[in-house]
């Protein structure tokens, strides 16, 4: 589905990704980006729960992603 998103959804593994604090990671899942595909995973206002901060960890991971675990990823 996302890869009809407009604008698309950034790259994980990129600098401007991987450079956000843990915060502000944390807020962009919660909340979303508004007028893009990247809906809010999350209640406003509300505590960081551990699916959240798990998430961020998986994000920090992504640039050291091999060929391999890509791959695995898309099916």
Request: glycine fraction near 6%; aromatic fraction near 6%; hydrophobic fraction near 35%.
């Amino acid at each position: 589905m996302g890869q009809y998103l407009y604008p698309r959804a950034p790259d994980m593994r990129l600098p401007a990704t991987q450079n956000l604090t843990a915060v502000n990671s944390i807020n962009i899942i919660r909340n979303g980006v508004p007028l893009t595909g990247m809906p809010a995973w999350g209640e406003p206002n509300t505590p960081q729960d551990d699916e959240s901060w798990q998430l961020v960890l998986f994000i920090r991971h992504c640039h050291k992603l091999t060929a391999e675990e890509i791959k695995d990823m898309e099916h």
